[in-house]
């Protein structure tokens, strides 16, 4: 048994010490009440984290050149001043892309330091630090650039339909494939060469795997790669053989994982499914569409159907995010509670652009919490709901999931907002949504169809409700 | 194999267990600043990225590979800190907003 110093023993507990405050800090977020304590408890662990690798290197005098210091110091300044930046000046509804961005920037950051740890030793690793060396550097380097392609897709800077690359899946695979042998070949041979060529494969099956992927699919690539960039980590810590890396690292790898599962189960869809196939973007043709009659309401229809019901259930979508109306339909909210009326939020899981989306757009517009449901607290209050009034969503309430066996979106969970008295979908056309399947609510005798533009339709049923 | 190694793997599983347990119970509102938390900490490969400096102090390496260490652990404790710094606060921003409004 080898015997650790006090200072030894000292900063092994503190590590531990981070990593006991990271998993106090998630249990915060299992509550509204105790979310904002968890986090800033989460980032006193890694205040600590940061304050002992420093004590560990003066106490060691592990550094031992003022340019080290330097890079260090200068490091810390220049990363936190752009994350501050970025942090502080993003809008909300922006926060998909900026969340995609962090993710690569993490997974960037073990990549950079698996490649060190290669340079440092001249490749002369153990095989056991070999092997996650090689993880490391590969998982990050494909999160970086896969990243990236999703920053420039949600962003806008290229578009969200899916881009055809050169030969489809199969090129994605023949590149996987060799990506492996590589990664293989160089932890067998300790060969640098080796290493630097399976990274360079890895950044380009980011690129390739991510840009296929429909806008539509963004919420689980984002979910997945943020999965990587935890595990990308917890490999670091393999290498460098720091505890803290590795509870970290598997903590975020796991929150990752769950959220990614949450997402395909919602979209009916399996990972491989939504990785491969780039169906976040088929559109069906519009020909049997819009020949059938519907029922159109006008703002005032709405306002008298919202403001005389008893309990009122608002759908928002994806069209309410993108037209930045989570003001607009506060305000409609609050007006209709100043008349005695219930109103309360149904979201679907894939509601928005990332999971929990939609919910952060309507807490920023100061709805209540307790007024956001899942899909699980609402589908049973449906049947006694007097209004349904649907924004800009379309498949997640498309019936056909449960009565049509050949649907593409049979089986996927939904809001069964058909239960209601009357529905009322704002929506700018008959358009179907993003799986192109046409939807018969549309059709149905309690259903009315409020043509318009989502902010500009909840403005006018706010104009009026005051007048009635 | 090392005995070091064999540690992480258990230390690895174990975390893996207690961080799905907790997880699975973070209810879907607060889905968006979970994945911004959890990025934040990912970010703890700050303290691998700080780490690596001390490798550029390794002895017998050539002039190139420590310029190159220097700067690769820059750019890592660089994006390690962006990956922090904006994670925390991003998520602390968003949080603030989930209020509970008495009702009347």
């Not at chain 1, 380009?204 to 990587?228: C, E, H, R, Y």
Request: hydrophobic share 55%.
């Amino acid at each position: 048994m080898i015997e650790l110093s006090f200072t030894e023993v000292l900063i092994a507990l503190a590590y531990l010490a981070a990593g006991v405050l990271f998993i106090l800090g998630l249990k915060g977020l299992t509550s509204p009440r105790t979310a904002r304590k968890g986090n800033r408890m989460a980032a006193v662990g890694m205040l600590v984290a940061i304050i002992v690798v420093i004590f560990d290197l003066i106490a060691h005098d592990l550094v031992s050149a003022a340019t080290g210091w330097a890079i260090i110091v200068g490091g810390i300044i220049v990363g936190g001043a752009i994350g501050a930046f970025l942090a502080l000046r993003v809008q909300m509804v922006d926060m998909p892309q900026l969340v995609a961005a962090f993710n690569g920037f993490g997974g960037g950051a073990s990549a950079l330091v698996a490649s060190a740890v290669i340079v440092g030793s001249d490749a002369l690793l153990p095989a056991e630090t070999g092997v996650t060396t090689a993880l490391s550097l590969v998982i990050g380097a494909l999160t970086l650039t896969g990243s990236m392609i999703a920053y420039a897709k949600l962003q806008g800077l290229i578009g969200g339909r899916p881009v055809a690359i050169p030969g489809g899946p199969a090129t994605n695979a023949v590149i996987a494939g060799l990506l492996v042998i590589l990664a293989v070949f160089a932890v067998v041979t300790n060969s640098p060469a080796a290493y630097w060529g399976a990274t360079a494969l890895a950044l380009l099956l980011g690129v390739t795997a991510v840009l296929p992927i429909g806008g539509a699919d963004m919420p689980v690539v984002i979910s997945l790669l943020n999965s990587f960039s935890g595990l990308a980590a917890a490999m670091a810590g393999f290498t460098i053989g720091n505890q803290a890396l590795i509870i970290g690292g598997a903590l975020v790898g796991a929150a990752g994982m769950i959220l990614t599962l949450d997402m395909s189960v919602a979209m009916n869809r399996s990972i491989p499914n939504i990785l491969f196939s780039g169906f976040g973007g088929t559109v069906a043709s519009d020909e049997e569409i819009g020949t059938k009659p519907v029922k159109r309401a006008t703002a005032e229809d709405a306002a008298i159907a919202l403001s005389y019901a008893q309990n009122v259930i608002v759908v928002p979508g994806y069209g309410l995010a993108v037209a930045q109306a989570q003001h607009a339909v506060r305000e409609l909210a609050t007006a209709l509670e100043e008349r005695g009326v219930n109103v309360e939020f149904a979201i679907h899981p894939v509601a928005g652009r990332m999971p929990g989306h939609m919910n952060v757009l309507l807490a920023e517009a100061d709805v209540s919490y307790d007024k956001l449901l899942d899909l699980d607290q609402s589908n049973p209050k449906f049947g006694h709901t007097d209004v349904v009034l649907v924004i800009g969503a379309n498949d997640v309430i498309n019936p056909v999931a449960h009565t049509d066996e050949n649907s593409p979106i049979y089986g996927m969970p939904v809001l069964d907002v058909e239960d209601a008295a009357t529905v009322i979908v704002v929506k700018r056309s008959l358009s179907p949504g993003f799986a192109g399947i046409d939807n018969p609510l549309f059709y149905q005798d309690g259903t009315m169809m409020f043509f318009s533009d989502a902010k500009k339709a909840l403005e006018d049923t706010v104009k009026a409700v005051n007048e009635l | 194999m090392s005995a070091a190694f064999i540690q992480g793997i258990v230390v690895f599983v174990l975390a893996s267990f207690v961080g799905f347990e907790i997880i699975r119970r973070v209810p879907p509102t607060l889905h968006t600043p979970l994945m911004s938390g959890a990025n934040a900490i990912s970010g703890i490969t700050i303290v691998g990225a700080i780490l690596a400096v001390t490798l550029m102090f390794v002895d017998d390496l050539s002039t190139l590979a420590v310029t190159a260490i220097s700067i690769l652990a820059f750019l890592a404790i660089v994006f390690a800190m962006i990956n922090v710094v904006g994670g925390f606060l991003v998520t602390d921003r968003m949080l603030e907003m989930f209020k509970k409004v008495p009702g009347k």
